[in-house]
């Protein structure tokens, strides 16, 4: 059974409450001006130059329209549009209380203590990657539903208190994988050092 776009946009909502809290992997936003919700990946910041126009060289799977409509949002997610609303994430603190809460239904003392053996791994840990834990079919299939309870309640929770009419939004769709590749001009490379600065943006560091 296909499900209705207000059950996506549910599903999607809970994937980005639930990403870990500093995780800059993907960062998930809604534009009220166009009641779409749509993410950022972090690679997708390495197409642009500091200007945020792409970058020299740029070859990229995304189509034209996509990747215009694609620079129009790094552009007002860093110009601090107001009318884009970051999609907040549970807290460190409500995840180990979920997590707490969780472990004191499970019977088995090995599952607890090889779930939280795995959650102290931190960014490693399937725990703050996936948001899932290890353990058997029927202690994954209890986490599942014990944590959407909560991610449910946190995504209405969002909408409402943002006055959103979900029946009139829907998510920006692009290709799930988009790869790119920059081609550099060697010469020019090496005649032009790059210039340095003290003020990069948090998606410079790699450069």
Request: proline share 3%.
């Amino acid at each position: 059974m296909e499900l209705s776009e207000s059950d996506r946009i549910l599903n999607w909502l809970k994937a980005g409450i639930c990403q870990a809290p500093n995780s800059l992997t993907e960062m998930f936003y809604f534009d009220s001006s166009k009641n779409l919700f749509f993410s950022l990946l972090a690679t997708d910041y390495m197409m642009l130059d500091e200007d945020l126009n792409f970058a020299d060289g740029l070859q990229s799977t995304y189509s034209d329209r996509e990747a215009e409509e694609l620079l129009q949002f790094i552009r007002k997610v860093e110009g601090k549009d107001p009318n884009i609303i970051n999609i907040p994430r549970l807290t460190e603190a409500e995840r180990i209380e979920l997590l707490d809460d969780f472990l004191a239904q499970v019977s088995s003392t090995e599952e607890v203590e090889q779930i939280l053996e795995d959650s102290k791994l931190g960014i490693k840990s399937k725990f703050n990657r996936k948001f899932e834990v290890n353990g058997s079919e029927r202690t994954k299939e209890l986490w599942f539903f014990h944590s959407q309870e909560l991610l449910h309640s946190k995504a209405i929770s969002f909408i409402e208190s943002n006055g959103i009419l979900i029946d009139n939004c829907s998510i920006w769709d692009v290709q799930p994988q988009g790869s790119f590749t920059i081609k550099i001009d060697q010469e020019k490379a090496t005649s032009e050092p790059p210039e340095k600065s003290e003020d990069k943006k948090w998606w410079q560091f790699w450069k």
